[in-house]
């Protein structure tokens, strides 16, 4: 098997689109912007749901399930809500097809007409904050701690898989408190969840802060989130939370009554991360040869491939591997051997390589006799001979070498792409040339974040919240800055 | 806290309803049709997913995810398909909406209608069998062996929680096979691992057989099914596997070259579950007083409710119940302490019943001075009074004793409801007064089946697969027939 995929130098974005479908993460389907998430990639997603799911729950959460459908109607009640949302999105009108009376087909029944359209949810906090007034009726019923784990529609015109798909998958958490500042707490735990788990199971630094009023949710008062560098330079959102104020408590008369009596409006947070993730992860460490998956969210950590010439040699090579195999699983590590004679040894080193395994073992007739095997690990491609009596020891420490490794060097590309400038020829120099975040001063407007934009496409990609908050002057206008903040241009 | 559920003897179905709602288990939404499944409902489905979802991977299956939203062009194509599923479904016409010109709130965007409208998945064949084309060259690419979780859409009249309702969570399994004795194996397998989950998880006694004609699966050749009997003498359809044949490979024109070089259509199967099957738990076991739980199901195993009067009582109480939950979680059994002074003991007793939680331990100052507690079991209501030393190992076991107890007082109930009848006058006697199964001969026709249904609402369940084929005439016709087969009212 050839190496089908393009160079990254060459073209950065057909080299992702390449690697996507030749190692069966996933592809386009015959619906227009939906893709098929197939069986490898959706394996990635396993994990990235247990590890997730597991620090909902340790924090507290529980999950639930909400309908898919919304009625329109909910969607106006927050007003800034609907401005950013319901626009681009799947509209159901009718619940019948029939058969066409000149015979030609099945149609749309237009005696099946709702009397409400029904809107395929594009995130779900109406129907949420619609369900918690029932839910709600005093302080002992708060806080509210609900997690969902959904499919949701947003209409696209220019879709690519993982990034950007009409239809996806991911969590969305939505949670109701008595006081301002429990919610605000709130919003900053689950932005920290999520930083975590990018960087110990996703390998992938993150940057927190807060996102600027352009660039906030429909219907948030402040936008936690956590912000990735690519390998090509560009930035990629990777998770928000969204403190809600009593925005969607008022639209959707949600009140308690508290300790000393009082009827209140109850504070929100909303947060949620999808299979965006998954192309994050492609685009943080993969290279030309494939797929690199940090040990932590592998599918298969180890591979076994046998080299033989004869059947018995195969048999032996079995026999041995079965003992590793043991080995590896009682320490909890996932291990694949694959014994097909289908294919050539060389066949399958491609494979694996394109698929990103982290460890890859190979036995032939030469080490039964020497008591040896070959390790190759994917991320250096470095090659060692070790025995089989150090093999399940140095394998385990190995998958936890590869996992730092792989966080280290993209922290060290991140890093190296902080560029911070004093004005704004070089701001522009920077984004053409290098690529990267731009850490610059800005006079804290929307008018010049957009004029930025227009100019050189880069966005406010967050406000960090580790900033030393020094005071200067905008980069752009060059009124008084409070602080620097962090522009890219962004997936 | 009164016990707010309506008797079983007095209205069934209305039992169920307080049941659902009082537990905190599901409630309608503000969506006609759809429900909210709540924190408890949904921890429930999640233990039946990781269950199953480990049964489909220990038999070889991957999950995958499809589209939700599939052309309308797609349901055509398998003729039986679309007669029996594309008619009552959700459409989706449109893909945006708009501000009205004389600013009267949201409307959809006239200029956004899809070229081809496009429907709610109501279950995924079609746009997976579109899918599989691609997927499938040759016989080494067979079997494909995948499992889909996903919500549906199917549009109802007349909705129930969990049993009924217009959206539904669920798994469908979709394989393509080489042979078709293959797919056959394959669509008997998973009847098998269904039944497995019925009995040894829901504690849910089951017949497995095959449906007659009438009540086939749109599409299928043959329907293999699971049957349950509900305490009300209803039977439930609590999953089925289809064995399709090859209809949607020619529909989709799905081929592959055999190993003898022979361009061949594939031989598939579909399979499914859903949220159904809590409606089924519920009905199995629960009583007057809630829920009833299996041990290997429940959310919450074993609840310690301290019984104190001082501040000092509760924290050696706390401290004691400390022991008793490391050892219980060391053994894997999940516990919740419910040391919360908002709510008195009394109340707790009642709510943790309600909720079904199949072991309940009791603490008070007198068992600190003498070393005990009270275990209280939830199937059977009896308490006893054992030494902490004792509690580890006692409640292990009392855990098991309670599952296979649950199972055997369904299976004994429903081997009781299983009546043999010879003439169509003992026939109705048994479905008006008793309930239960009728097992008959039947002659074969659907005419007979359908003149049946119309005079007594019975349908047939299953035609058993341990039937002992034995032949007579029709209880109804008189005619010929090979073997008796079960009828039942159903849900």
């Known amino acids: 098997m050839g190496n089908k995929l393009t160079k990254r130098s060459e073209d950065y974005s057909k080299w992702y689109n390449d690697l996507v479908l030749n190692a069966d993460l996933a592809e386009n389907s015959g619906v227009r912007g939906f893709m098929v998430i197939k069986p490898y990639g959706y394996a990635i997603w396993e994990k990235m749901q247990a590890e997730l799911d597991r620090l909902f729950k340790e924090t507290g959460h529980q999950n639930a399930y909400f309908p898919l459908l919304i009625p329109k109607s909910y969607f106006s009640k927050e007003a800034s809500h609907v401005a950013g949302f319901a626009k681009e999105c799947a509209v159901v009108t009718h619940y019948r097809l029939k058969n066409a009376e000149d ?19 594009p995130t779900s906090e109406t129907i949420i904050w619609d369900t ?15 997690n969902q784990w959904a499919n949701v529609v947003r209409w696209e015109m220019r879709t690519r898989l993982f990034l950007r798909t009409t239809e996806f998958l991911w969590q969305e958490g939505h949670t109701a408190h008595a006081t301002k500042a429990e919610a605000i707490t709130e919003a900053e735990l689950m932005m920290n969840v999520y930083a975590e788990f990018a960087e110990n199971f996703m390998a992938m630094p993150v940057v927190k802060g807060v996102k600027s009023v352009n660039e ?8 936690y989130c956590i912000e990735a560098l690519m390998q090509d330079g560009k930035a990629l959102q990777a998770g928000t939370s969204h403190f809600l104020g009593q925005n969607f408590a008022k639209a959707f008369d949600v009140k308690f009554t508290s300790k000393e009596g009082k009827q209140e409006f109850v504070w929100a947070t909303s947060w949620g991360v999808s299979t965006r993730l998954i192309g994050a992860l492609i685009m943080t460490h993969s290279d030309d040869n494939g797929l690199v998956l940090p040990p932590n969210l592998a599918p298969i950590q180890v591979v076994i491939v046998p080299i033989h010439k004869t059947e018995e040699q195969l048999d032996q090579i079995i026999e041995k591997a079965s003992d590793i195999i043991k080995h590896l699983k009682s320490k909890g590590i996932s291990v694949k051997l694959d014994q097909r ?36 690990r994917r991320d250096t491609l470095e090659k060692k001979v070790i025995t089989f009596d150090e093999a399940p020891l140095y394998i385990e420490n190995l998958l936890k070498q590869i996992q730092a490794d792989l966080f280290e060097k993209a922290l060290s590309y991140r890093d190296s792409h902080i560029t911070e400038v004093e004005n704004f020829e070089s701001f522009k120099d920077v984004l053409e040339n290098k690529g990267g975040f731009v850490s610059a001063h800005w006079d804290g407007t929307s008018e010049t974040e957009e004029k930025i934009k227009e100019l050189t496409k880069a966005t406010i990609r967050c406000i960090p919240l580790n900033s030393d908050n020094q005071t200067g002057v905008c980069v752009f206008t060059g009124k008084p800055s409070q602080r620097k903040v962090l522009f890219a241009k962004a997936y």
Not at 135 to 146: A, N
Not at 348 to 370: C, H, M, Q, S, T
């Open 341 to 376: 004679t289908t294919h050539s040894p060389g066949w399958k080193f491609a494979e694996y390589e394109l698929k990103g395994v982290p460890v890859r073992l190979a036995i032939g007739p030469r080490d039964l006799e020497n008591g040896t095997l070959e390790i190759a």
């Open 216 to 223: 906030r949710f429909a219907g948030a008062l402040e936008t």
């Open 132 to 146: 918690y007034r029932k839910w709600v009726q005093s302080y002992r019923d708060l806080p509210l701690l609900i």
């Open 103 to 121: 015979g030609s087909g099945i149609i749309v029944d237009p005696d099946a007409k709702l009397e409400e359209e029904l809107i395929v949810r």
